[in-house]
């Protein structure tokens, strides 16, 4: 089960941080997190993965503003987001594949089997 929290708006510049409780078995060596959001609209995009072993991969939209990060335990997944723009509002869900590793593009939704409820981000007035 995936949970996200965190505060859902901000102005154009500012940061945001959101936080998914990540509760169920998943493979402490094998598996892959991340972010995916959507936009009113739009296709779903994979914006952020982590893998297993800690290897971590960004779409080139958000590449150099936001850091996807694991806590310790595992069981807490953030996105920080920096240097927001009115494009980035949209709804985000983190995800996972519990058992697998992180495989193929980093475009690839394809391969979470798990996202939890979402949370809309709106960045401006």
């Known amino acids: 089960r995936l949970v996200e929290s965190g505060e859902d708006s901000a102005q154009p510049g500012g940061s945001l941080r959101l936080t998914c409780e990540v509760s169920?078995?998943?493979?402490?060596?094998?598996?892959?997190m991340g972010w995916i959001r959507q936009a009113p609209g739009k296709e779903r995009q994979v914006i952020a993965r982590?893998?297993?072993?800690?290897?971590?991969e960004y779409d080139v939209s958000v590449k150099g503003r936001f850091t996807i990060s694991q806590n310790r335990g595992k069981d807490r997944l953030y996105l920080q987001m920096n240097d927001l723009k009115p494009e980035d509002t949209a709804s985000y869900y983190c995800?996972?594949?519990?058992?697998?590793?992180?495989?193929?593009?980093?475009?690839?939704?394809?391969?979470?089997?798990?996202w939890g409820q979402g949370i809309r981000v709106v960045v401006g007035s």
């Open positions: 982590v893998d297993s072993s800690g290897t971590s």
């Open positions: 169920g078995s998943f493979g402490t060596f094998t598996h892959c």
């Open positions: 995800v996972i594949n519990a058992w697998r590793r992180c495989t193929g593009g980093v475009s690839d939704s394809g391969l979470f089997s798990t």
